[in-house]
């Protein structure tokens, strides 16, 4: 690099090793935009979701993840809420309450996502089934001669 006619040792990102020591390295970055050339993903290219499958995930997220979810918000819950109380007279007390009340609002967001979730499953399974019926009595509404048969 030459600032006014000097020539100066430029550096690059990794602090204050000068270009020159690390223009050979690889780039080492991890991207995650895309799977490795050796890797493929899970599922081989298939979408395999039956109705049963959509409602056996709502219900699991009904029965299980909302529960535990709600379970474990207030197991954390009373033990920071009786830090808080141990800590009263300390600032501690006070970012500990912080903590609480942002946690309390991600469990929120998070609940509120796990039904939004459920109820999408649940309404994919009725505007699907509900396609399929009626399309099944279109077709049988046309008349055929096989009917004879």
Same mark, same amino acid.
């Given at each position: ?9 430029? $550096?690059?990102? @990794?602090? *204050? ?10 780039? #080492? =970055? &991890?991207? !995650? ?41 207030? $197991?954390?819950? @009373?033990? *920071? ?10 600032? #501690? =007390? &006070?970012? !500990? ?53």
């Amino acid at each position: 690099m030459s600032i006014g006619g000097r020539h100066t040792m430029g $550096f690059d990102g @990794e602090g *204050t090793r000068p270009r020159s020591e690390t223009a050979g390295r690889q780039d #080492t =970055a &991890t991207r !995650l935009n895309q799977l490795p050339a050796d890797q493929g993903g899970t599922g081989g290219g298939k979408l395999v979701s039956s109705p049963a499958e959509k409602n056996a995930a709502a219900n699991t997220i009904e029965t299980r993840l909302v529960p535990d979810t709600k379970k474990a918000t207030d $197991f954390a819950d @009373e033990a *920071t809420s009786t830090a808080i109380g141990a800590m009263k007279d300390w600032q #501690t =007390a &006070t970012g !500990l309450k912080t903590v609480q009340e942002t946690w309390d609002r991600q469990v929120k967001t998070l609940v509120d996502r796990l039904h939004r979730e459920k109820g999408a499953l649940r309404a994919t399974v009725a505007t699907l089934g509900g396609t399929d019926v009626e399309r099944r009595q279109r077709i049988r509404s046309v008349p055929s001669s096989l009917d004879a048969y």
